[in-house]
Nanobody, 115 residues
Framework: QVQLVESGGGLVQPGGSLRLSCAAS????????MAWYRQAPGKDRELVAA???????TYTASVKGRFTISRDIPKNLVFLQMNSLKPEDTAVYYC?????????WGQGTQVTVSS
């Protein structure tokens, strides 16, 4: 069973930065895609950023130019660098991966942007 473990969340002031990490229990190169989702209170879970096996990245419009998804293949890590954070970025952030017909989720890490 694939395990994804997020870390790096916390409390940050508006305009600040955080870097989230997702550690996978097996080679991330085996996944079709790895991504970050987020869910704010009372809202649906939404895709934030995705990284395909071939290295193509996609971002939701609200984070373009502020967030960057990247990976360290030898270490089985995926990152989400978040800059210029806004209060509306406050949410639980989840790591996600898919392989063949299977989908996997991490347990989530809380990001709170507040002064």
């Amino acid at each position: 069973q694939v395990q994804l473990v997020e870390s790096g969340g916390g409390l940050v002031q508006p305009g600040g930065s955080l870097r989230l990490s997702c550690a996978a229990s097996e080679s991330i190169f085996s996944f079709n895609v790895m991504a970050w989702y987020r869910q704010a209170p009372g809202k649906d879970r939404e895709l934030v950023a995705a990284l395909s096996n071939s290295g193509i990245t996609t971002y939701t419009a609200s984070v373009k130019g502020r967030f960057t998804i990247s990976r360290d293949i030898p270490k089985n890590l995926v990152f989400l660098q978040m800059n210029s954070l806004k209060p509306e970025d406050t949410a639980v952030y989840y790591c996600y991966s898919s392989k063949l017909q299977s989908r996997y989720w991490g347990q989530g890490t809380q990001v709170t942007v507040s002064s």
